[in-house]
Structure formats: structure tokens, C-alpha cells
């Protein structure tokens, strides 16, 4: 059985930093696509970065390239998210997601995403 769990998130200052993790047990990450998704208060879910394990491939959407980096440490079965410069705008639930490789279509959309973990709140303000 899949399952995803996000640590990291809390209450940062504007100009601060976070690394949230997603641990996963029940696959093995090479053979998936993990990604990154947040959803604000009142606003619908949307995508952050997603990384192909096997080949390191990462993608992030738009304004987070360059503020986001996205990595995954395979002995640990962890997929991390390094946020910096956070901006209150940033303030949401961050959830990790995971799609099998062979079901992957390219775009890093919570649509494709098959497994979630349950979130983790990251709020920035002063």
C-alpha cells in the first residue's frame, strides 16, 4: 500500500525558508513521479514541482523556478522540497503526490497524480 507523508511546513517570516519532505513507503521511487502540489485558502490546487526519479528530471511551474528546488534522496525514500524567499503568497497546504512512471504523461498536474499524502501547512507571515 502507498503512502505519502509531508513533514516540514510551519510558520516562517516573509524572506525565510522550508524544506518539507514526503516520505514514501509501499514503492520504490525510482519507479515513480513525485510531485509537489499547494493549495491556498480559496483557491483551487495547483502544481509546484515534480521530479522523475529515475532520470532526475525535474519541472516546476511557474513563479516557483528559481525560489523551489525540488530532490530525492532514494536511500531514504524521501522526495524534499526546498523553498526560500517565501512570500505570504506562498502560504498554503503542500501536498506530495505520486504517479508510476508508466502512467505518467509529462505534465506535472495534480490530474495525473494517483497517491497523496495528507498535507502539511505552510503559512508566511510576520
Known amino acids: 500500500q502507498v503512502q505519502l507523508v509531508e513533514s516540514g511546513g510551519g510558520l516562517v517570516q516573509p524572506g525565510g525558508s522550508l524544506r518539507l519532505s514526503c516520505v514514501a513507503s509501499?514503492?520504490?521511487?525510482?519507479?515513480?513521479?513525485i510531485g509537489w502540489f499547494r493549495q491556498a485558502p480559496g483557491k483551487e490546487r495547483e502544481g509546484v514541482s515534480c521530479?522523475?526519479?529515475?532520470?532526475?528530471?525535474?519541472q516546476y511551474l511557474q513563479p516557483e523556478k528559481g525560489r523551489f528546488t525540488i530532490a530525492a534522496v532514494n536511500a531514504e525514500n524521501t522526495v524534499t522540497l526546498q523553498m526560500w524567499k517565501l512570500t505570504p503568497e506562498d502560504t498554503a497546504v503542500y501536498y506530495c503526490?505520486?504517479?508510476?512512471?508508466?502512467?505518467?504523461?509529462?505534465?506535472?498536474?495534480?490530474?495525473?497524480?494517483?497517491?497523496w499524502g495528507k498535507g502539511t501547512q505552510v503559512t508566511v507571515s510576520s
Open positions: 503526490a505520486a504517479v508510476p512512471l508508466s502512467d505518467y504523461d509529462g505534465e506535472c498536474d495534480d490530474y495525473g497524480m494517483e497517491y
Open positions: 521530479i522523475t526519479v529515475r532520470d532526475g528530471i525535474r
Open positions: 509501499g514503492l520504490t521511487l525510482d519507479n515513480y513521479v
